[in-house]
T-cell receptor, first 113, second 108 residues
Framework: KAGVTQTPRYLIKTRGQQVTLSCSPI?????VSWYQQTPGQGLQFLFE???????NKGNFPGRFSGRQFSNSRSEMNVSTLELGDSALYLC????????????FGSGTRLTVV | KNQVEQSPQSLIILEGKNCTLQ??????????LRWYKQDTGRGPVSLTI?????NTKSNGRYTATLDADTKQSSLHITASQLSDSASYIC???????FGAGTQVVVTP
């Protein structure tokens, strides 16, 4: 079966712009969570959505937001981009939620210039 | 302070040799501990999942151990292969915390 699909794979944006990343979970999975990975900070949890509701949130500023649609697809938005937002953004899907089996996508590499 | 600490930060091993990676966690509550392998430019892939009642779990050449009393876990790679070159990340679930990862390089 298809895995977790993230689009686009690579993205270059300018400081101050906004960006929207997309994640299509494994069919039947209702939980989608987002993570930021940088060389300095490693993996950090952004938020989790379950059945269109945000269920958990990490310690990121309000510039980072997300949503989940009725088909479980999810989008993450970052507004007013900063250089420090350059990172690999990973999405993971799960049948039930963060404490259950998780499958990661390959990520979107965002570069802010 | 990171509540999941991994060591070493990086290591280089010869193909065919064994190695052991360490993970110490202080996070609470604790539900389970997972080891992930992440190839460069790819998402992490789960290797093992262990609850506090399990102390050993294997996945092919990967064997994870967990000591819930000392809050330590290890990942042992047996007979390393070039494809084992990757970052290995320890993750504590319950309160989600990630280790910084150990970068493993296997050389011919």
């Amino acid at each position: 079966k298809a895995g977790v699909t993230q689009t686009p794979r690579y993205l270059i944006k300018t400081r101050g712009q906004q960006v929207t990343l997309s994640c299509s979970p494994i069919s039947g999975h209702r939980s989608v969570s987002w993570y930021q990975q940088t060389p300095g900070q490693g993996l950090q949890f952004l938020f989790e959505y379950f059945s269109e509701t945000q269920r958990n949130k990490g310690n990121f500023p309000g510039r980072f937001s997300g949503r989940q649609f009725s088909n479980s697809r999810s989008e993450m938005n970052v507004s007013t981009l900063e250089l420090g937002d350059s990172a690999l953004y990973l999405c993971a899907s799960s049948l039930m939620g963060v404490n259950y089996g998780y499958t990661f996508g390959s990520g979107t590499r965002l570069t802010v210039v | 302070k990171n509540q999941v600490e991994q060591s070493p930060q990086s290591l280089i091993i010869l193909e065919g040799k064994n190695c052991t990676l360490q993970c110490n966690y202080t996070v609470s509550p604790f539900s389970n501990l997972r080891w992930y392998k992440q190839d460069t430019g790819r998402g992490p892939v789960s290797l093992t999942i262990m609850t506090f009642s399990e102390n050993t779990k294997s996945n092919g050449r990967y064997t994870a151990t967990l000591d819930a009393d000392t809050k330590q876990s290890s990942l042992h790679i047996t007979a390393s292969q070039l494809s084992d070159s990757a970052s290995y990340i320890c993750v504590s679930w319950g309160k989600l915390q990630f280790g910084a990862g150990t970068q493993v390089v296997v050389t011919p």
